[in-house]
């Protein structure tokens, strides 16, 4: 027999299912469709959540996103990461239900079927990339050259819409074996699958269980997944960037510091730490809320930015830039739109927790704002501009 025909036999024996390898009633399209709708849910919220990461960072021409609700980032970004965690069960999972299919023979019947199996390839792909990456993003690990973000946020686009693409292909068979009456099955064919589907949906909660801690303060205690825990940092609070990190640790300590307000204004001022703590102080109790997930909250002391803005005579629909004096890196200023910078809770802290501000955390001056990104809140901030 030619090598070619005896590689086929092979193939479809594989096919057709071998005892002990394909033959598990767990290999079917009754497991495959449920793992597949709590994938859909769980790839849904993710998308979603992260698109309102993207936006609030980046947000498109003169759009503003709102001041409150207070922790609506917190929450938003907390279910995106550790959503995300609990889905790596989830995907697996469905992988390993489905991967007989890859030994069909022939590959593909079909240039429709071909474009098919070439979109779950697509859809299998991206989904390990984002999830592989986002893990290790979130752990500090970067093993890549290219931008996470831009990755990330392109690559959501591929999956959403190949994922998309894909129910609707398969919609009739989710139909079929999720909502329609189904045929009698032998009571360990039942319990096998009740038993596979609860353990994988077990590890996806156990990672939540061991993961929310980083963002919700009274389970921080079980964080034992969590790559960052939130109470542990200067002055209680977790830091990504430190001063020596950034390069500013003489420059913090330099006597003649000065913040200046520039650009669009009435009266340019230019005020040394002194002066600040001269100012009205206001105390809030705001979180940081880090993109990578976690979130601690703490109680910040300082100057109102809008008090500020109406010292230097700012329009109110003024957009603020405020600058640290970090010299490079992707976050050393950051836009402060009308709706944060008009809202009393903004401040340009000068304490948290009753103390001066850690080298670590900003010293001598931080931006701290509701409902907004960790990495755009500004430290060691040296100049806001007015446009």
Known sequence: MARGSVMRERIETLARGVPGRFGSALHSERVAARLGLWLGISFTAAFVTGLFSHFTQHPPGRLAWPSRPV???????????????????????KLWTVYPKLWQWPPFRSF???????????????????LITGLLNVSYVYLW?????????????????????HVVNEWAK??????????????????ARRRFLGTVAAASGLTVLFTVGETYAPLSGLALLAPRDPRVGPQG????????????????????????VTGAVGTPLSLTYA??????????????ACVEGWSAEAEWSGVRLRDLAAMAGVAPDAVL???????????????????????????????????????????????????????LQTKWVSKVVAA
Do not use: C, K
């Not at 938003?76 to 697996?92: C, D, E, K, M, N």
């Not at 429709?112 to 989904?127: D, K, M, W």
């Not at 002066?275 to 940081?288: A, C, E, G, W, Y």
């Open 275 to 288: 002066d600040l703590l001269r100012l009205p102080q206001h105390t809030v109790r705001l979180p940081i």
């Open 145 to 165: 050259p290219f931008s996470f973000p831009a990755a990330h946020y392109w690559t959501a686009y591929l999956l959403y819409g190949a994922l998309v693409i």
């Open 112 to 130: 429709s079927h071909a474009v098919e199996r070439a979109l779950v390839l697509v859809l299998v792909g991206a989904s390990l990339f984002q």
């Open 71 to 93: 922790g609506l980032y917190r929450v938003t970004q907390g279910i995106h990461v550790i959503g995300g965690l609990a889905t790596i069960p989830l995907l697996f999972a």
């Open 174 to 191: 989710v139909r079929r074996w999720l909502w329609t009456r189904e045929e009698v099955e032998p009571r360990e064919t039942v319990t």
């Open 321 to 375: 830039t405020v600058e640290s004096l970090e010299r490079g890196g992707g976050y050393r200023s950051s836009e402060v739109r009308a709706p944060h910078w008009g809202d009393p809770l903004t401040l340009l802290a000068l304490r948290v927790g009753g103390e001066p501000l850690a080298p670590d955390h900003g010293f001598p001056v931080r931006l701290i704002a509701p409902n907004r990104p960790g990495a």
């Open 237 to 260: 609070l977790p830091v990504n960037r430190s001063a020596a990190a950034a390069g500013v640790t003489a420059m913090i300590h330099d006597p003649g510091y000065r913040l200046t």
